[in-house]
């Protein structure tokens, strides 16, 4: 079966936008994706209907809020296949995830200890874990990439030893788009002993997630990334690892006893969610997921192989175009950049076209100076897209060449 | 370095309708001033964004400061002439008292010099107010 596409940007009100007088052509979608009507009408629906404090109330609107913001939880729970759903941490996203993982293994590491990251890495991912490092007198290992854009495994193999105490390392890559055999690599690093943190901020939209199957110890993703809004997402941890993680932000909501002098932690998942979450957010996140639930999976998939495979086409047939990582397995993402202009005035000339594409490093800069250039034009693709916006994109970009090159 | 008063600059792009046009004129513009030699593009003229960099180098000369700035992409380097109209060897009253925003408004350019624009074009306009200010004191 195939995707209607029209019916389905029917369900995206931005979607009908003009800027300067031209169709909004949204190529920015790992930056961020747009949100359908049902998520935005599941805020409005909270705001309206059921606003109030979560876990504490003593009155039936918080218990009302209290058991849509915990199905919320069953429902993230689901769509990764945790183990159990304590295992769901909420957080403002992805790089808020990630942290509380750093700060705590900041506390566990010793000097001599190994930390293991990709030269692919979005700065969220790597700056964490390099002050992890930084604090506690441990070392940071970059695994290097091929000139595809793909991690170099038997690097990877070499540079893991009994020292690693983590590996993290993203899903997919924002930058270039490869995908990484993540089951495979996190298999290795168990082997040795290591914890496995999976970036998945990009990972989240496009695929199955399955944290079990993976393997890995963690999972952190952002609620923005699919289809949700912002200020949401989630850290999945494996719950004999989360159980007793050094907590990170304390204060209400995550004690158990308190005295002036000292305090004990609550239970998962409330130790690691200290102070009022962000409810309306998470019901938005539930509401994106219930609705990407509703889509037939490998319709989407399809969809969102033909995209990237005509905007490789025409980039590979696009004279004096660079296409910036050629990974055999790769999803969403063309970065490129134009012979004899810089990205930002490639997206400039895009922009004034209607065309939205992400220019400039990528939140990635060791990784644009390994590959030798200032930053790439990307244009990422999501699910509304259509191939007509793939031949607008390099309608456009030839009047980009013309005026530029 | 032969610019366009801002005023000319204003009335020049009123006078072209479509975007094209104008872009190009901005390009021509930028291509128009002298940059700065490689070896002169130092750290602490760097004022990096996110998208692109710029740089910036100045010097006081009877009363007025002049400026040579340089970006590593066209259109910026064009947006940076645009600054330059307004504020090249002008006195530090002369900088302080101009609309830079009124300007760009004006030039129906705005957007490209609000502060959530990476491109380092605010921080220019925030170190030639700043150095304008120093002048004065």
Same mark, same amino acid.
């Given at each position: 079966?195939?995707?209607?596409?029209?019916?389905?940007?029917?369900?995206?009100?931005?979607?009908?936008?003009?800027?300067?007088?031209?169709?909004?052509?949204?190529?920015?979608?790992?930056?961020?994706?747009?949100?359908?009507?049902?998520?935005?009408?599941?805020?409005?629906?909270?705001?309206?209907?059921? *606003?109030? &404090?979560?876990?504490?109330?003593?009155?039936?609107?918080?218990?009302?809020?209290?058991?849509?913001?915990?199905?919320?939880?069953?429902?993230? /729970?689901?769509?990764?296949?945790? *183990?159990?759903?304590?295992?769901?941490?909420?957080?403002?996203?992805?790089?808020?995830?990630?942290?509380?993982?750093?700060?705590?293994? @900041?506390?566990?590491?010793?000097?001599? +200890?190994? #930390?293991?990251?990709?030269?692919?890495?979005?700065?969220?991912?790597? #700056?964490?874990?390099?002050?992890?490092?930084?604090?506690?007198?441990?070392?940071?290992?970059?695994?290097?990439? &091929?000139?595809?854009?793909?991690?170099?495994?038997?690097?990877? /193999?070499?540079?893991?030893?009994?020292?690693?105490?983590?590996?993290?390392?993203?899903?997919?890559?924002?930058?270039?788009?490869?995908?990484?055999?993540? $089951?495979?690599?996190?298999?290795?690093?168990?082997?040795?002993?290591?914890?496995?943190?999976?970036?998945?901020?990009?990972?989240?939209?496009?695929?199955?997630?399955?944290?079990?199957?993976? @393997?890995? +110890?963690?999972?952190?993703?952002?609620?923005?990334?699919?289809?949700?809004?912002?200020?949401?997402?989630?850290?999945?941890?494996?719950?004999?690892?989360?159980? +007793?993680?050094?907590?990170?932000?304390?204060? @209400?909501?995550?004690?158990?006893?308190?005295?002036?002098?000292?305090?004990?932690?609550?239970?998962?998942?409330?130790?690691?969610?200290?102070?009022?979450?962000?409810?309306?957010?998470?019901?938005?996140?539930?509401?994106?997921?219930?609705?990407?639930?509703?889509?037939?999976?490998?319709? #989407?998939?399809?969809?969102? $192989?033909?995209?990237?495979?005509?905007?490789?086409?025409?980039?590979?047939?696009?004279?004096?175009?660079?296409?910036?990582? &050629?990974?055999?397995?790769?999803? @969403?993402?063309?970065?490129?950049?134009?012979?004899?202009?810089?990205?930002?005035?490639?997206?400039?000339?895009?922009?004034?076209?209607?065309?939205?594409?992400?220019?400039? +490093?990528?939140?990635?800069?060791?990784?644009?100076?390994?590959?030798?250039?200032?930053?790439?034009?990307?244009?990422?693709?999501?699910?509304?897209?259509?191939?007509?916006?793939?031949?607008?994109?390099?309608?456009?970009?030839?009047?980009?060449?013309?005026?530029?090159? | !370095?032969?610019?366009?008063?801002?005023?000319?600059?204003?009335?020049?792009?009123?006078?072209?309708?479509?975007?094209?046009?104008?872009?190009?004129?901005?390009?021509?513009?930028?291509? =128009?001033?002298?940059?700065?030699?490689?070896?002169?593009?130092?750290?602490?003229?760097?004022?990096?964004?996110?998208?692109?960099?710029?740089? !910036? =180098?100045?010097?006081?000369?009877?009363?007025?400061?002049?400026?040579?700035?340089?970006?590593?992409?066209?259109?910026?380097?064009?947006?940076?002439?645009?600054?330059?109209?307004?504020?090249?060897?002008?006195?530090?009253?002369?900088?302080? =008292?101009?609309?830079?925003?009124?300007?760009?408004?004006?030039?129906?350019?705005?957007?490209?010099?609000?502060?959530?624009?990476?491109?380092?074009?605010?921080?220019?306009?925030?170190?030639?107010? =700043?150095?304008?200010?120093?002048?004065?004191?």
């Amino acid at each position: 079966m195939s995707l209607d596409v029209a019916a389905l940007r029917q369900q995206f009100p931005i979607l009908s936008r003009k800027l300067d007088g031209k169709p909004l052509v949204y190529l920015d979608n790992a930056a961020t994706t747009q949100k359908p009507q049902a998520v935005i009408d599941a805020l409005v629906d909270y705001y309206t209907t059921c *606003n109030a &404090n979560v876990h504490r109330g003593a009155h039936q609107l918080a218990d009302e809020a209290t058991r849509r913001y915990e199905q919320a939880r069953d429902t993230v /729970a689901k769509f990764i296949n945790a *183990n159990v759903r304590e295992e769901v941490i909420w957080t403002s996203g992805t790089t808020e995830a990630i942290n509380l993982v750093a700060n705590g293994l @900041g506390q566990l590491l010793n000097a001599g +200890d190994e #930390v293991l990251v990709t030269e692919m890495e979005h700065h969220a991912n790597l #700056v964490t874990w390099q002050q992890a490092c930084k604090h506690a007198g441990a070392t940071l290992k970059v695994v290097p990439i &091929n000139a595809r854009g793909e991690l170099d495994e038997a690097a990877f /193999a070499a540079l893991l030893s009994t020292n690693t105490r983590l590996v993290a390392m993203p899903h997919v890559s924002n930058a270039l788009g490869t995908v990484n055999p993540i $089951k495979a690599l996190t298999a290795k690093a168990k082997a040795v002993g290591a914890l496995v943190l999976i970036d998945g901020a990009q990972g989240i939209a496009h695929g199955d997630v399955d944290v079990q199957d993976i @393997g890995c +110890d963690f999972y952190a993703f952002s609620g923005h990334k699919v289809f949700a809004p912002t200020g949401v997402g989630a850290l999945w941890g494996r719950a004999s690892v989360l159980a +007793d993680w050094p907590v990170w932000l304390v204060g @209400g909501e995550m004690i158990q006893d308190v005295t002036y002098q000292d305090a004990t932690w609550g239970a998962l998942p409330n130790r690691l969610e200290a102070g009022t979450p962000n409810i309306a957010g998470v019901l938005g996140l539930a509401a994106a997921l219930d609705w990407f639930n509703t889509l037939d999976k490998a319709a #989407v998939q399809q969809h969102e $192989k033909a995209l990237l495979a005509s905007a490789h086409e025409q980039a590979e047939a696009f004279d004096g175009l660079r296409i910036i990582g &050629n990974a055999t397995n790769k999803i @969403g993402v063309l970065s490129f950049m134009l012979d004899g202009a810089h990205p930002a005035d490639v997206g400039f000339i895009l922009d004034r076209q209607g065309i939205a594409i992400r220019t400039g +490093d990528n939140c990635a800069q060791p990784l644009m100076k390994k590959l030798g250039i200032p930053g790439t034009a990307r244009a990422s693709f999501s699910i509304y897209n259509t191939l007509d916006e793939v031949d607008a994109l390099f309608a456009a970009l030839r009047k980009a060449k013309m005026m530029l090159a | !370095m032969n610019l366009p008063s801002s005023q000319e600059i204003i009335d020049d792009l009123a006078f072209f309708d479509d975007w094209e046009q104008r872009y190009q004129y901005i390009i021509d513009l930028g291509k =128009a001033i002298d940059g700065l030699p490689e070896d002169q593009k130092i750290p602490e003229r760097l004022v990096k964004g996110c998208q692109s960099s710029v740089w !910036m =180098a100045s010097r006081i000369h009877e009363g007025r400061i002049q400026f040579d700035v340089d970006s590593d992409a066209v259109i910026v380097q064009g947006l940076l002439a645009l600054v330059l109209a307004a504020y090249n060897d002008k006195t530090p009253a002369q900088i302080l =008292a101009f609309d830079i925003d009124g300007y760009f408004t004006e030039l129906d350019l705005e957007r490209h010099i609000s502060p959530t624009r990476g491109n380092g074009l605010r921080a220019i306009v925030s170190k030639i107010q =700043a150095l304008a200010r120093s002048a004065t004191t």
